[in-house]
């Protein structure tokens, strides 16, 4: 469970127990997820320097809207970072996903839903079996 807790005209999120202020052995402050926030463009446009300032602080995370749309995000560049990791595992995760696929290229349809069902079913079936083996031993 989180919390938000509000701090001159920034939101926090702390886990369920944790104040924000540290604890013995931490070293001081604890990590807290910056919360995102929606801003009209001509609000970000004004504030831009404080907008830069609480995204570097990882304070917030700021989404920019003109006419109510969604048009750009304002986010650290750890988390930028971090998105980028994430887009090339993706990447990575459909190319492996492609092969797989062209492999079976020249299978019907309908014979692949059968053994894609054919196997999950065994699986099932030997995880249960498995449960039932552990619970009577046990």
């Known amino acids: ?74 986010v650290s560049a750890e988390d930028l970072a971090r998105l980028d990791h994430y887009d090339e595992e993706r990447a990575a995760r459909f190319a492996g996903l492609s092969r797989i696929s062209k492999a079976f290229a020249d299978v019907p349809v309908e014979e692949l839903e059968r053994e894609v069902a054919r196997a999950i079913a065994e699986m099932r079936a030997r995880a249960q079996s498995e449960q039932t083996k552990n619970a009577t031993t046990s």
């Open 1 to 74: 469970m989180t919390q938000c807790v509000r701090c001159c005209t920034t939101s926090y999120v702390y886990e369920a127990g944790e104040s924000g202020l540290g604890s013995k052995g931490d070293g001081g402050m604890r990590e807290r997820s910056p919360m995102t926030q929606t801003m009209k463009a001509s609000d970000a446009r004004q504030r831009f320097s404080d907008v830069l300032s609480r995204v570097y602080r990882h304070e917030a995370r700021v989404v920019v809207e003109r006419s109510g749309i969604p048009v750009a995000a304002i």
